[in-house]
């Protein structure tokens, strides 16, 4: 998994040195370590990369707090770094940090344990080292984007869910998103209600860091959007080749032209069912959604992915009506049709 890579800095700052595999992660873009890497250097580290690994070797003294300034916002790194420079000797500001909520969760939780952050949810993080951490409670935050993934749920079947224990300020940007889509979206304090209204309407998202609409939300929108009575335009500016989820819509019947970063997506009168393969994380999500309203069966094969960003996806979407199984299939000859000669 990508987040393999987030071990580096609590590592080299407990025990000043760090043999870290480099990550995997969904078979999209370049998403390269190389801010990760400034992170740690910049606290005094020494890093190399040696036959597929990361090896960091802290200073004598440990680590020392640093001006680190990052050329793009990165959740990752933003995290990476406050776990080294928690305990680093000195203090530590971290420019064009990332303000998503789980870097706040992050730096609110290391507080807890004794951390002297300061700024956390902003563009500039300051972190004054302390010399150890103690333990503590810390409740997890909602997930947003399995939050999101569900209220498209909603909007593309038409349905009506109610979600409770969901962040609604977190879901800002996603909740107008879908409004503005044409479905009904109630919100009070824990609880978001979304009556769904078919056929959507045409959007146009520019996907954006936090608080901007999610990245990891664009595959769910565009199998909404695929659906939809107008065009729809979505741009993703985070990852610009994070597309491989088209091909598979398109094998719905969806009508996508992908133009650089930039998929149109055009009406259509309906999805029908087909053999699908699931890239990605969210591709699978996107996947799983269009084969809600797809006439008849839908097949997504590599769901293992799915599962690393949602727990029981089935069996959620089966408890409020859906037509969906996980079910247990050899790859054969026979299970998909054979190339043309």
Known sequence: MRASVYVLGPLLARVGRARVSLPGGCAWGPRPVDLHVLAMERLGAQVEVEHGYLVATAPPGGLTGAAIRFPISSVGATCNALLA???????????????????????????????????????????????????????VIPDRIEAGTFLVAAAITGGDLTLTGACVRHLDSVIRTIRRAGSHIDVEKGKVRCRG?????????????????????????????????????????????????????????????????????????????ARVMATDLRASAALILAGLVAEGETRVSRVYHIDRGYERIEEKLRAVGADIERVEESVSSAAWPAPPV
């Open 85 to 139: 420079c928690a305990t680093a000797n000195g203090t530590t500001t971290l420019e064009n940090a990332a303000e998503e909520p789980e870097v706040v969760a992050l730096a609110d939780f290391l507080v807890a344990c004794g951390a002297r952050i300061e700024g956390q949810g902003g563009r500039m993080i300051r972190v004054d080292g302390v010399e150890r951490l103690a333990p503590a409670r810390v409740s």
């Open 197 to 273: 209204v078919t056929p959507p309407v045409g959007m146009r998202i520019v996907t954006a860091p936090y608080p901007g609409f999610p990245t990891d939300m664009q595959a769910q929108m565009m199998a909404l959007a695929s659906v939809g009575k107008g065009v729809s335009v979505i741009t993703d500016t985070i990852y610009t080749d994070r597309f491989t989820h088209v091909a598979e819509l398109s094998r719905l019947g969806a009508d996508i032209r992908l133009e650089g970063n930039t998929a149109v997506i055009h009406p259509i009168q309906g999805l029908s069912g």
